[in-house]
């Protein structure tokens, strides 16, 4: 910056000797001679003075050559006079002009400009510049891509870009980007996209188009997520209702509404006239995921981000009715914001208030214990846990365990090996296979360390077995165990289920897993250059134990009932034995 200002100064004296040349020209033409004279001094202060105050490279006998970090470039630089700046870009770190009289380097960075001159063997000057350009625009964009107007919104031009850098850093992640979405069905997609991208738009407005694009990849783990910051602040006013999602059919229940206006458990017919099979069509696109069931157990957890980006009103009319068959009934209902929300709200039932990521309870007069496992998180703490779980069960003399993985969204598979240990009777594995695509983007995106571009394929179990998991023999729980699942048990918690049941460590009961036999994961987070939306995306594709390429599915349950029926089906066969 600071060479570029000193040129403007040299440029702006220049002119303006110039000027006074012109005008003696103008009034005396028999001064010629002296102005020839000046001029010829204008240019020459004008060349000296520029190479005074910029690096120089004086021409020898042999050719400019070029390094870059350290590598010699084809070709030769002819230095060009007539060309102010005579531009050479590039994308590396350090920029070396040499010949075998005198060299200069220069050390690049982002949106670096480097101003130097060569004095040509004729005496000219050439003012040359060495200009930093991405060597891949979508991965490194320029500064003024990045630059975002006054009012925050991102311009057409950027928004196409993020779809573009969205796009490309999918491809260069997944593993099969089409495994579910054909190739020419996507692509369309995306250009409908950018066809209609309006001229200005919030980051919420490119998530409303640009997320359906990430769905359409169907893979659960790989999503856009949902900037919630951009619109739940402290202020803003939402629908006061919090609602479940049937995962059997598209339909709506109450959860929660503000001073208990609407009662727990009535089911929502529609809200401003849209019914409730209308507002879950229309949420689907936004709903990662390999089937339909568990892309509807995530849209009750989406709920009310969607509702606001969709379909916020100054007032809500809402229709409902407490039981199938009954009377429809109305209440209208007015935003408001959170905090006045959680105050209004009625409290949940003290059995569903979660502290921590796994629990138990003992129902002595049952001879049950209950486990409630919500998430795959510190295998370190669960091995403590557990270790202490088995050992109070083993004194209170339990002989039943139902462990509760309904809602467990997953988490560390970690975490399931350690519980696994203490309840299976034989030696175990979650995973059968893997495949992992590495490129260059996700070795950008990753710390892990060791890895090489290429694609890496791993056996969970080994020719000889070794690679199974031995139980804890001398810890082992003796006492039946019991598995609850719903279409919401995804990722870790799925495969946790998956190797219960193929290993026969006791019952399941309750929905198929939304998490499949054969499945994308171990995701990575991206997040788009100019709007920073957040991307997570699979890199690695797994096979659980014993799961058939041809036969993808989650866990069955030994006894299907729905989610909500199967604690009650639990203490039913365990009464019955």
């Given at each position: 910056m600071q060479n570029s200002v000193r040129n403007c100064c040299h440029t702006d004296f220049l002119i303006d000797l110039l000027s006074v040349i012109f005008n003696i020209l103008m009034k005396n033409l028999k001064k010629t001679l002296l102005v020839c004279g000046l001029l010829s001094v204008a240019v020459g202060v004008f060349a000296q003075d520029e190479a005074k105050t910029l690096p120089v490279l004086r021409e020898g006998k042999e050719d400019i050559h070029i390094w870059v970090d350290g590598r010699l470039q084809p070709g030769a630089w002819l230095a060009d006079p007539r060309t102010r700046p005579d531009v050479y870009p590039t994308s590396g770190r350090r920029v070396k002009f040499a010949n075998e009289r005198d060299s200069v380097v220069f050390d690049v960075e982002k949106d670096g400009a480097y101003d130097f001159v060569v004095l040509t063997a004729e005496g000219d000057s050439a003012f040359t510049r060495v200009q930093w350009e991405s060597a891949n625009p979508l991965e490194e964009p320029s500064a003024e891509m990045l630059r975002r107007g006054a009012d925050g919104k991102l311009s057409k031009a950027q928004a196409r870009f993020d779809v573009d850098a969205l796009v490309y850093t999918l491809g260069e992640i997944h593993p099969d980007l089409f495994s579910a979405c054909r190739q020419e069905d996507f692509f369309r997609a995306v250009n409908k996209v950018k066809d209609e991208m309006p001229d200005s738009v919030t980051a919420l407005e490119l998530f409303r188009r640009a997320a359906p694009l990430v769905t359409l990849v169907g893979d659960g783990h790989t999503m856009l997520r949902f900037p919630y910051n951009d619109i739940f602040t402290e202020t803003y006013l939402r629908l006061p209702l919090f609602v479940k999602v049937s995962t059997s059919e598209p339909r709506i229940f109450v959860d929660r509404c503000i001073d208990g206006l609407i009662p727990a458990g009535a089911e929502v017919l529609s809200i401003n006239g849209r019914s409730a099979a209308e507002m879950l069509e229309a949420m689907m696109p936004y709903a990662s995921g390999e089937r339909e069931f568990f892309r509807l157990s995530r849209l009750?957890?989406?709920?009310?981000?969607?509702?606001?980006?969709?379909?916020?009103?100054?007032?809500?009319?809402?229709?409902?009715?407490?039981?199938?068959?009954?009377?429809?009934?109305?209440?209208?209902?007015?935003?408001?914001?959170?905090?006045?929300?959680?105050?209004?709200?009625?409290?949940?039932?003290?059995?569903?208030?979660?502290?921590?990521?796994?629990?138990?309870?003992?129902?002595?007069?049952?001879?049950?214990?209950?486990?409630?496992?919500?998430?795959?998180?510190?295998?370190?703490?669960?091995?403590?846990?557990?270790?202490?779980?088995?050992?109070?069960?083993?004194?209170?003399?339990?002989?039943?365990?139902?462990?509760?993985?309904?809602?467990?969204?997953?988490?560390?598979?970690?975490?399931?090996?350690?519980?696994?240990?203490?309840?299976?009777?034989?030696?175990?594995?979650?995973?059968?296979?893997?495949?992992?695509?590495?490129?260059?983007?996700?070795?950008?995106?990753?710390?892990?360390?060791?890895?090489?571009?290429?694609?890496?394929?791993?056996?969970?179990?080994?020719?000889?077995?070794?690679?199974?998991?031995?139980?804890?023999?001398?810890?082992?729980?003796?006492?039946?165990?019991?598995?609850?699942?719903?279409?919401?048990?995804?990722?870790?918690?799925?495969?946790?289920?998956?190797?219960?049941?193929?290993?026969?460590?006791?019952t399941v009961i309750g929905e198929e897993t939304g998490g499949m036999s054969v499945s994308f994961g171990d995701v990575l987070l991206y997040r788009l250059p100019v709007s920073r939306l957040a991307c997570t995306i699979s890199w690695k594709r797994f096979w659980l134990y014993g799961a058939d390429e041809n036969d993808i599915h989650g866990t069955l349950p030994d006894y299907a009932v729905p989610q909500e029926k199967a604690l009650g089906k639990a203490f039913e066969l365990i009464a019955d034995e």
């Amino acid at each position: 910056m600071q060479n570029s200002v000193r040129n403007c100064c040299h440029t702006d004296f220049l002119i303006d000797l110039l000027s006074v040349i012109f005008n003696i020209l103008m009034k005396n033409l028999k001064k010629t001679l002296l102005v020839c004279g000046l001029l010829s001094v204008a240019v020459g202060v004008f060349a000296q003075d520029e190479a005074k105050t910029l690096p120089v490279l004086r021409e020898g006998k042999e050719d400019i050559h070029i390094w870059v970090d350290g590598r010699l470039q084809p070709g030769a630089w002819l230095a060009d006079p007539r060309t102010r700046p005579d531009v050479y870009p590039t994308s590396g770190r350090r920029v070396k002009f040499a010949n075998e009289r005198d060299s200069v380097v220069f050390d690049v960075e982002k949106d670096g400009a480097y101003d130097f001159v060569v004095l040509t063997a004729e005496g000219d000057s050439a003012f040359t510049r060495v200009q930093w350009e991405s060597a891949n625009p979508l991965e490194e964009p320029s500064a003024e891509m990045l630059r975002r107007g006054a009012d925050g919104k991102l311009s057409k031009a950027q928004a196409r870009f993020d779809v573009d850098a969205l796009v490309y850093t999918l491809g260069e992640i997944h593993p099969d980007l089409f495994s579910a979405c054909r190739q020419e069905d996507f692509f369309r997609a995306v250009n409908k996209v950018k066809d209609e991208m309006p001229d200005s738009v919030t980051a919420l407005e490119l998530f409303r188009r640009a997320a359906p694009l990430v769905t359409l990849v169907g893979d659960g783990h790989t999503m856009l997520r949902f900037p919630y910051n951009d619109i739940f602040t402290e202020t803003y006013l939402r629908l006061p209702l919090f609602v479940k999602v049937s995962t059997s059919e598209p339909r709506i229940f109450v959860d929660r509404c503000i001073d208990g206006l609407i009662p727990a458990g009535a089911e929502v017919l529609s809200i401003n006239g849209r019914s409730a099979a209308e507002m879950l069509e229309a949420m689907m696109p936004y709903a990662s995921g390999e089937r339909e069931f568990f892309r509807l157990s995530r849209l009750g957890y989406d709920f009310a981000a969607l509702f606001e980006m969709l379909y916020a009103a100054g007032k809500y009319d809402v229709a409902y009715r407490l039981e199938e068959g009954t009377d429809t009934l109305r209440s209208t209902l007015r935003p408001a914001a959170f905090a006045e929300m959680k105050a209004r709200m009625p409290d949940k039932k003290k059995e569903e208030r979660k502290a921590s990521d796994y629990s138990f309870r003992i129902l002595k007069d049952k001879d049950v214990a209950v486990m409630d496992f919500r998430s795959f998180n510190n295998p370190r703490r669960m091995a403590a846990f557990a270790d202490s779980m088995f050992s109070v069960l083993g004194k209170e003399h339990i002989g039943n365990l139902i462990i509760d993985i309904r809602g467990n969204g997953g988490g560390n598979s970690a975490v399931g090996d350690v519980l696994l240990r203490y309840i299976s009777h034989k030696p175990f594995r979650q995973m059968g296979k893997g495949l992992a695509r590495i490129t260059p983007t996700t070795l950008r995106l990753t710390d892990y360390p060791g890895l090489k571009p290429g694609w890496t394929f791993f056996d969970g179990e080994g020719e000889d077995g070794s690679g199974l998991i031995l139980p804890l023999a001398e810890k082992r729980y003796k006492g039946k165990v019991y598995l609850l699942t719903s279409h919401m048990t995804f990722s870790s918690a799925s495969s946790f289920a998956w190797a219960f049941k193929h290993f026969g460590m006791g019952t399941v009961i309750g929905e198929e897993t939304g998490g499949m036999s054969v499945s994308f994961g171990d995701v990575l987070l991206y997040r788009l250059p100019v709007s920073r939306l957040a991307c997570t995306i699979s890199w690695k594709r797994f096979w659980l134990y014993g799961a058939d390429e041809n036969d993808i599915h989650g866990t069955l349950p030994d006894y299907a009932v729905p989610q909500e029926k199967a604690l009650g089906k639990a203490f039913e066969l365990i009464a019955d034995e």
